[in-house]
């Protein structure tokens, strides 16, 4: 399979790209610095830009057969710049005819977390939230072959392929999950045909 990765130099972008190369895949990091993609293999191909570029994104787009974007927040201030990336990523598959697309959120994008961490979430990253939310919305408003992916809270870590999935709110008393593992959802939703026009909550 083509994948490109946007966010590919983020820990859950590089372990995706890893993990997909492992598996015989063609990927193409769509990155703002390459030096910071510390991978290198015959099957990994890197394209310099900003997701902000509509005309970039649009270019990059052409050839793949799957999109997986690990782009993240880079503050928790009101803004609207995954909306507009996931935008251009919409309009860049709609161009080229690409469907299939996984997306990391964030578990509480549907204010799905119960009791205090979840009060706590909406308090703190409120403006990442509604942010990550909105471009959701963009995907499934386009009708594209997505899966959503809303893991606890991010870890480093090795992966342990053990985590549990929630269709509707989070895994019940899940914390927190590795970005390896992560990944592997991506991967493994990516391969199979599965989670598709869903959005799932990620958990330990």
């Not at 994008?109 to 308090?123: A, D």
């Not at 999935?165 to 991506?186: M, N, W």
Request: charged share 25%.
């Amino acid at each position: 399979m083509k994948i490109i990765v946007f966010g590919a130099t983020g820990k859950t972008g590089l372990e995706l790209v890893s993990q997909a190369l492992d598996s015989g895949h063609d990927v193409t990091a769509f990155v703002r610095t390459p030096s910071k993609l510390t991978l290198q293999h015959e099957r990994l191909h890197t394209i310099q830009g900003d997701a902000l570029d509509i005309d970039a994104v649009e270019k990059a787009i052409s050839g793949h057969e799957a999109v997986a974007s690990c782009l993240g927040s880079e503050g928790l201030k009101p803004s609207r710049v995954l909306e507009q990336m996931a935008g251009n990523i919409v309009k860049g598959m709609q161009k080229h005819g690409v469907s299939r697309i996984v997306y990391v959120a964030s578990a509480g994008i549907h204010k799905e977390i119960p009791g205090f961490t979840g009060w706590m979430s909406q308090r703190i990253l409120k403006n990442v939230l509604v942010d990550h939310r909105n471009a959701v919305n963009a995907m499934i408003a386009a009708k594209l072959d997505y899966t959503i992916a809303r893991p606890m809270q991010l870890k480093d870590g090795e992966r342990k392929e053990t985590y549990r999935t929630a269709e509707i709110g989070v895994p019940h008393s899940g914390k927190e999950i590795h970005r390896s593992d992560v990944a592997h959802f991506l991967l493994e939703a990516l391969e199979n045909d599965q989670w598709i026009k869903q959005t799932v909550g990620l958990a330990y």
